[in-house]
């Protein structure tokens, strides 16, 4: 198999050609734009079946794709920052209703001050909406997890959002490795939805009201099944990598397995990490990197069973929660490690689109191996902006 | 006893369609229509027709009983009648 010289997003807007869904209904957005930009010109060339609804704003999106997938459809949408802020209602209704859509997400800082590039808080703020979160770190992994996405957002009937970092994945050129068109057709499979409304000799109804003697049980069931979702992703995933013959996994574990100093992180910034650790490696330091690709449902076992012998490890936040105490990511991992003797330190970074360079994360395992003789006093800290 | 979450459709769907009759809305009411014995009601049958949740019954073209199962007490029958048969009463007056 040859690769092919595709950006990030050209790889996803790939993806859901091949894909070929029902209805796909999205407004553009930098830096989602490409994505829709290359699948639109698939639709305008007869290239895929599906319809393409162009809808006036991000709140349509997403109530068009809620409609079509209550219908029955498979469907598919993207976008990034205020226009995943924008549909906020709607992401909470689609997954309330068991709709198994995917949702490219290329992060970008949500406004203000108004910011197009990478960072976290757009999905990051959607991580309690009841969506799965897959985080690809390169542009093969934006093609294949949104792929992915597909498969296991219809065997669980959990929708997905498949991010990957806007402008450093999505309008970067790689090499990616398309699989053949028959071979996703095929992986993909026909549709079969649960109860959809147009089986017009099985009448229902959906997205009823659902006061307080029903609402609970609703919400304790969308909770269970989330939780259950995990086995179902390593089942998924299992057969995904037996398919396509690629690693299909909640977490990575580079080069964890003796290491003493472990830096955790999402997405395009494990991939500069993977360098600093092979340059640290070959001084003798015992470093690693543990990257989280399945965010939700969040893999605390496999997380904790990963980082349970590390001395000290550093989480990568790249978005703020402003009175909480660290990023996102660092809770919900100290949460994991609890009552383990790991210690665990928190950098929030690459807020807006800063850089995230080699000597930065080298930084950051200096001070871990620092701790071994100094005492920790900030948990909390900010990489990269300045004092 | 209600279901517990174990047993309900997932997303909150309703499978059984019509089930809206198990569902009774007549403990909404505040107000109840009750037909006032001064007045003569005409069989206009504007009641029946008007009435959102068909709680006017009709026999061999009459008015018959109102049936409170289902009357939220919108009033939208004592408005509607020509002749103001219909009073809205004080639910707490049949406590």
């Known amino acids: ?387 | 006893m209600k279901p517990g979450w174990r047993e309900l459709e997932e997303g909150g769907k309703i499978l059984n369609a019509g089930n809206s009759a198990e569902h009774k809305t007549g403990d909404w009411r505040t107000f109840r229509p009750v037909l006032k014995e001064e007045v003569n009601c005409t069989h206009c049958m504007f009641c029946w027709i008007y009435c959102p949740e068909g709680c006017i019954e009709a026999k061999d073209g009459k008015r018959a009983d109102i049936l409170l199962d289902y009357c939220k007490g919108c009033g939208i029958c004592a408005k509607i009648c020509p002749v103001k048969a219909i009073e809205m009463k004080d639910e707490n007056e049949f406590k």
């Open chain 1, 1 to 387: 198999m040859k690769p092919k010289a595709l950006t990030g997003s050209e790889a996803m807007a790939n993806a859901f050609k091949q894909i070929d869904p029902d209805v796909v209904a999205a407004y553009p957005i930098t830096p989602q734009t490409p994505v829709m930009h290359a699948y639109s010109k698939y639709h305008a060339d007869g290239e895929v079946t599906g319809d393409l609804i162009r809808v006036e704003s991000e709140h349509s999106a997403m109530s068009a794709a809620v409609g079509a997938s209550a219908a029955g459809a498979r469907v598919m949408t993207a976008t990034a920052a205020n226009g995943l802020a924008l549909m906020w209602e709607i992401v909470y209704i689609a997954s309330s209703m068991r709709l198994p859509m995917v949702m490219g997400i290329v992060n970008r800082a949500l406004s203000g001050p108004i910011n197009i590039h990478c960072d976290h808080s757009d999905s990051m703020g959607a991580r309690d909406s009841g969506w799965m979160q897959i985080y690809a770190e390169n542009n093969q992994e934006a093609y294949e997890n949104t792929i992915f996405a597909m498969k296991l957002a219809e065997k669980t009937r959990i929708p997905m959002m498949s991010c990957m970092d806007g402008f450093i994945t999505s309008h970067s050129v790689e090499g990616v490795n398309l699989f053949d068109d028959d071979k996703v057709k095929e992986y993909i499979g026909e549709h079969r939805p649960r109860y959809p409304l147009l089986d017009v000799d099985n009448p229902i109804t959906q997205g009823p009201l659902d006061l307080f003697d029903y609402y609970f049980e609703h919400k304790r069931r969308q909770s269970e099944d989330m939780f259950q979702a995990k086995q179902v992703f390593k089942d998924t995933a299992k057969e995904f990598s037996e398919f396509f013959g690629k690693p299909m996994e909640e977490v990575e574990k580079y080069k964890t397995e003796d290491a003493e100093y472990i830096i955790v992180a999402l997405s395009s910034t494990c991939g500069t990490a993977k360098e600093v650790i092979d340059n640290l490696r070959e001084k003798g330091k015992k470093v690693g990197l543990l990257k989280i690709r399945l965010f939700r449902p969040f893999p605390s076992n496999e997380i904790r069973e990963a980082l349970q012998d590390a001395r000290f490890v550093a989480v990568l936040d790249r978005s703020e929660t402003f009175g909480g105490f660290g990023g996102p990511l660092f809770t919900e991992i100290r949460s994991a490690m609890y009552d383990t003797n790991v210690k665990i330190v928190d950098y929030i970074y690459g807020l807006g689109g800063r850089e995230i360079n080699m000597q930065m994360i080298e930084q950051v395992f200096c001070e871990l191996e620092s701790y071994e003789t100094e005492e920790i006093k900030e948990y909390v800290k900010y990489l990269g902006v300045r004092e």
